[in-house]
C-alpha cells in the first residue's frame, strides 16, 4: 500500500515562446490542483538552445518572487539553481528576499551544474566547483542566521550586517545524484531531491543518504525526486501515477513532476492532479 507523498510541479521554463502571464496562470493553476511546490530550472549561457535538455528562460529567483505575487500558498523552489555560476552573497541577499517576499514560501535548490562551456561562456571555473559549492552553502548557512563574519576556503567577510534575515527558516535544498551530491546535502542541506532514477535506484541512494546524515549527526532529511509525463492515453497516465506511488514507497517525500512542453502543460497538470487524487 503506498504512502502519501507531496505532489509538486516543475514548470515548462524551457520556451522563449511561453509569456509570462502564461507561466504565471500555470503556477496558479498548479496551486488551485494542489500541487505543493513549484519548481523552476536554471540554466544563464547554455550552449545550445533553450529545450528539454536546457531549461531556464527566465531566471528563476526573480521569477518566483514575480509568482509569489500571483499565489498564496504554493511553495516555490529552484530545481536547481547552478550556485558555482553565481556570487554566493549574491545569492543569498536574492534568495532571502524572494522568501520574505513571499511569506516563507521560498525552498533554494541548489547544484553545482554539469555543462563545462556553459561555464566557460560565463567566466566560472568548471574544476573545483564542488569544493566551491560546500563552501558558498556554508557561507549562506552564516548569512541566513546572522553571523556577523565567515571565513571559509572560497569566501569570507567580516563585519558585515545581512538583511533581510529569514523571519521562517529557508529550507536549502541540494540536488545529485552522485555519491559527492549525497554527501552534500547529508552534511549541508534540508532537503535532496533526485532525478532521473528507478524507484530501486533511489531508495539505494535514500538509505546512502539517510547514513550519511546520521554520521553527520543530523536531523532528519527530506527527500524528493524528479519524475516526467508528457501525455498519452488512459494506460500511460496510469503508470505514470504508479511511478509516483512507488516512488513513495521507496521513500520520497516529494514527487516533483515535469509535464512537458508549454502546450497543453496545464491540461496534462490537471489530469495528473485527477488521477493521483489530490
Known amino acids: 500500500m503506498s504512502v502519501d507523498v507531496d505532489l509538486q510541479v516543475v514548470l515548462p521554463d524551457e520556451s522563449p515562446e511561453l509569456s509570462p502571464d502564461r507561466l504565471t496562470e500555470l503556477a496558479v493553476d498548479a496551486e488551485s490542483l494542489g500541487y505543493q511546490t513549484a519548481w523552476l530550472p536554471d540554466h544563464i549561457l547554455p550552449p545550445g538552445p533553450f529545450g528539454p535538455e536546457f531549461g531556464g528562460v527566465y531566471e528563476p529567483l526573480t521569477t518566483l518572487a514575480y509568482l509569489a505575487a500571483h499565489t498564496e500558498r504554493l511553495r516555490l523552489g529552484t530545481s536547481v539553481l547552478v550556485l558555482p555560476l553565481r556570487n554566493p552573497f549574491v545569492v543569498a541577499k536574492q534568495a532571502a528576499t524572494v522568501h520574505r517576499l513571499s511569506g516563507g514560501r521560498l525552498t ?3 547544484g553545482i551544474g554539469w555543462n563545462r562551456a556553459e561555464f566557460t561562456a560565463v567566466g566560472a571555473e568548471f574544476a573545483g566547483r564542488g569544493a566551491r559549492t560546500d563552501d558558498a552553502l556554508a557561507l549562506l548557512r552564516a548569512l ?3 553571523a556577523s563574519s565567515y ?3 572560497h569566501h569570507a567577510f567580516d563585519g558585515g550586517a545581512f538583511q533581510p534575515l529569514p523571519s521562517a527558516p529557508l529550507p536549502i ?3 545529485g545524484t552522485s555519491e559527492r551530491a ?3 546535502a547529508a552534511t549541508l542541506a534540508d532537503e535532496w531531491q533526485g532525478f532521473a532514477m528507478t524507484p530501486d535506484e533511489f531508495a539505494a541512494r535514500l538509505r ?3 547514513r550519511l546524515r546520521a554520521q553527520a549527526g543530523g536531523e ?8 516526467e509525463w508528457t501525455g498519452g492515453g488512459p494506460r500511460e497516465l496510469a503508470a505514470a501515477v504508479a511511478q509516483v506511488h512507488r ?4 521513500g520520497a517525500d516529494a514527487v516533483a513532476v515535469w509535464f512537458g512542453a508549454h502546450e497543453g502543460f496545464s491540461d496534462r497538470m490537471r489530469e495528473f492532479a485527477a488521477a493521483y487524487g489530490v
Open 108 to 110: 533554494l535548490g541548489l
Open 144 to 146: 541566513f542566521t546572522g
Open 151 to 153: 571565513h571559509g576556503t
Open 173 to 175: 535544498m541540494v540536488g
Open 182 to 184: 549525497l554527501a552534500r
Open 208 to 210: 546512502t543518504l539517510r
Open 220 to 227: 532528519p532529511i527530506r527527500a524528493g525526486i524528479r519524475v
Open 247 to 250: 516512488m513513495a514507497d521507496a
